[in-house]
């Protein structure tokens, strides 16, 4: 195992032109799903392959295509959101939320039917079993690390072992659902089966439930972590929530004008998610990001640093290190859709509510455990329609 801090590391290890790292199969193991491998675990030649068919999908053209679902959505939380601002009881916890979108997004995206999360206002029973399969998938490469692969087997709890399973059945069961369907609908598998009709390559029915399970783990929780790393972040810097709340409400007055062009124009926004994931990387990623070799100031949330404002006075940063989605011909091909989602989220909140950061969160951060992901505690926060 390789641990680096200097930026230009990137591009020796990740870059285009550098020599080939196969992903280390002690750490990874073997998918859930079974061989051919998905995107994810799969060897260079086949992931090229596979990410040809899933980028359409996951383009600035499909976004575009993509908008009036993910408004949709976005106008759900909204109005969930105001029951509660307009209640005695105005104290909910953002963090269920976020997951709430992030995970009925994407499920329609993969599934072509959301979760109902939203909706009803609390997890599915599926998504509980995704954040015990991210503990399993931590546990399952220190083990096999250590060259103990038949070990976890044999000592792997069966309630794990039965979400585990869950899980995987759960997937196989909604993808072979969608992909029985006969639909255009702008979702992921329409892009996929287009460009395999049109260029002749193919993605395997395991590649295809080994891409859905990755689809759903990497484009949800990550999503919701930055988008509550970054709520809590602005709530203990007022006047940074302040500056946001002003560009966001300047620009847009209804959620219907929010736009993927329009929206990626917000410059102090797109420097706060930048900021947060710097800060609060949804897959923590070692020190580099908090090492004042890298940053000034590294402990301090300054979006500024990302702005022409803040040029001479961060002019020794290296934000060539801050690749959240990684970096190279490896990198996360649902970037786009990631980038887009947390600004409309955010932006859709921010223009309707006003947030407070309930007394008894105010280390929210602190002391948090990492299994692949954040493991978090509830973020409370009490809301009122914006004044």
């Known amino acids: 195992m390789l641990s680096y ?70 106008a759900i939380l909204v109005d969930q959101l105001a029951k509660i601002a307009g209640a005695p009881d105005n104290e909910t916890n953002m963090l269920s939320w976020y997951n709430f979108i992030a ?15 939203l909706r009803n206002s609390t997890y599915n029973d599926w998504v509980g079993s995704t954040f015990y399969v991210a503990k399993f998938l931590a546990l399952n490469g220190i083990i096999n690390a250590w060259g103990l692969a038949g070990v976890l087997n044999l000592i792997m709890p069966a309630s794990l072992k039965a979400k585990r399973d ?58 919701a972590t930055e988008l509550s790393g970054l709520t809590y972040m602005l709530l203990k810097n007022p006047d940074k929530m302040h500056r946001l709340k002003s560009e966001i409400r300047g620009a847009f007055k209804h959620l219907d004008d929010m736009t993927t062009t329009k929206l990626s124009q917000l410059e102090y926004l797109q420097a706060c998610i930048d900021e947060g994931l710097r800060l609060y990387p949804p897959l923590p990623t070692g020190g580099a990001m908090r090492s004042p070799r890298n940053f000034k100031n590294p402990d301090t949330f300054a979006p500024e640093r990302f702005l022409p404002e803040g040029a001479e006075e961060y002019a020794s940063d290296r934000k060539d290190g801050l690749n959240p989605f990684s970096f ?53 926060v009490k809301l009122k329609l914006a004044t």
């Open 5 to 74: 801090i200097d930026p230009t590391s990137w591009k020796d290890i990740y870059g285009h032109k550098a020599t080939a790292f196969q992903k280390a199969p002690e750490f990874y193991g073997k998918d859930i799903f079974g061989d051919p491998a998905g995107i994810i675990r799969a060897d260079d030649i086949s992931h090229a392959r596979q990410r040809r068919l899933v980028s359409h999908a996951f383009s600035d053209k499909s976004l575009r295509d993509q908008d009036k679902l993910l408004k949709g959505y976005a």
């Open 103 to 117: 995970f009925d997004v994407m499920a329609d995206l993969t599934f072509g039917e959301d979760l109902g999360q």
């Open 166 to 223: 869950h899980h995987k059945e759960f997937v196989v069961e909604k993808v072979d659902r969608r992909l029985a369907q006969n639909t255009t609908r702008p979702d992921i598998w329409t892009y996929v089966m287009k460009k395999s009709k049109d260029g002749g390559e193919t993605l395997s029915t395991t590649e295809m439930h080994n891409n859905g399970s990755t689809f759903m783990g990497a484009g949800t929780e990550t999503v």
């Open 328 to 380: 190279g011909p490896k990198n996360c091909v649902g970037k786009n859709l990631a980038y887009h989602e947390m600004r409309l989220v955010l932006a859709s909140v921010l223009l309707h509510f006003d947030l407070e950061l309930s007394p008894e969160k105010g280390n929210w951060m602190d002391d948090q455990q990492s299994f692949i992901l954040w493991a978090k505690t509830p973020l409370m």
